[in-house]
T-cell receptor, first 114, second 115 residues
Framework: QQPVQSPQAVILREGEDAVINCSSS?????VHWYRQKHGEAPVFLMI?????EQKGHEKISASFNEKKQQSSLYLTASQLSYSGTYFC???????????????FGQGTILTVHP | DSGVTQTPKHLITATGQRVTLRCSPR?????VYWYQQSLDQGLQFLIQ???????AKGNILERFSAQQFPDLHSELNLSSLELGDSALYFC??????????????FGEGSRLTVL
């Protein structure tokens, strides 16, 4: 089951903040975030494993609400280099263990203008 | 540079043909994943191998097959190609067998165009 990301696209000015959401209809074991710049391979940002866990990576952080099967990616004080497509990947929870498959959402296109 | 090598970078072929995509994982990584990326489907998980054995299977068509060799490189075979198979095929690698134990390192992809 592919997770659903929202919004589909975001346009920002440098220095503005953004939130990208990822939700699943199934219980999740982990959530992964990747960024892909145009014409390049996806690059890892972070993994979240526990309910309510929040992780940070420079000015990019994320939360994972295990009960709601949702994750949010927070980008603060955006920079031009943040432009790209952000993918969340979800790993389903099978009674406390993993199904072993990382399924990606459709992606959110983030554009940061000067 | 992720350390994952994919060949060929570009491939143009005709419907009905068969192609093989090759992936060399990062040194030391035992898992190899194959993903298909098309405009309308996003990143679709195809299959994962860990140390030569199939570990997880996604939406891989019966016309597609993959394997991982003793030297850990992997090949994705696509046969009876259709126009809809045109896509960017990514290979990724990781150290462990469980996808949640670490990041995936993606190669630059093989762009397949079926005419």
């Amino acid at each position: 089951q592919q997770p659903v990301q929202s919004p589909q696209a975001v346009i920002l000015r440098e220095g503005e903040d953004a939130v990208i959401n990822c939700s699943s209809s199934k219980a999740l074991y982990s959530v992964h975030w990747y960024r892909q710049k145009h014409g390049e391979a996806p690059v890892f940002l972070m993994i979240l494993l526990k309910g309510g866990e929040q992780k940070g990576h420079e000015k990019i952080s994320a939360s994972f609400n295990e009960k709601k099967q949702q994750s949010s990616l927070y980008l603060t004080a955006s920079q031009l280099s943040y432009s790209g497509t952000y993918f969340c990947g979800t790993e389903r929870n099978a009674g406390g263990t993993s199904y072993g498959k990382l399924t990606f959402g459709q992606g959110t296109i983030l554009t940061v203008h000067p | 540079d992720s350390g994952v090598t994919q060949t060929p970078k570009h491939l143009i072929t005709a419907t009905g043909q068969r192609v093989t995509l090759r992936c060399s994982p990062r040194s030391g990584d035992l898992s190899v994943y194959w993903y298909q990326q098309s405009l309308d489907q996003g990143l679709q998980f195809l299959i994962q191998y860990y140390n030569g054995e199939e570990r997880a299977k996604g939406n891989i068509l019966e016309r597609f097959s993959a394997q991982q060799f003793p030297d850990l490189h992997s090949e994705l075979n696509l046969s009876s190609l259709e126009l809809g198979d045109s896509a960017l095929y990514f290979c990724a690698s990781s150290l462990g067998q469980f996808v949640n134990t670490g990041e995936l390192f993606f190669g630059e992809g093989s762009r397949l165009t079926v005419l």
